[in-house]
């Protein structure tokens, strides 16, 4: 396969593609910081929850 011909054939499959609005970029943008968020926070808790419980265990 010749470069030209795989060029022209990249192109095609780029007219293709279906890129999102920006309201689709934005609402899954602060889906991502929210789903983040509670994980750190789980997190968060978990790791104070856990070295309490070491704590009193080791004195």
């Known amino acids: ?14 007219q293709k593609v279906i890129f999102p609005t920006s ?3 934005k609402q899954a943008y602060i889906s991502v910081i929210i789903v983040v968020s509670a994980i750190a ?4 808790l978990v ?3 856990m070295s ?7 004195g």
């Open 1 to 14: 396969m010749n470069l030209g011909k795989h060029i022209n054939s990249a192109r095609a499959e780029l």
């Open 23 to 25: 309201g689709q970029v």
């Open 41 to 44: 926070a789980f997190l968060a």
């Open 47 to 49: 790791d104070l929850i």
């Open 52 to 58: 309490s419980v070491m704590t009193s265990i080791l």
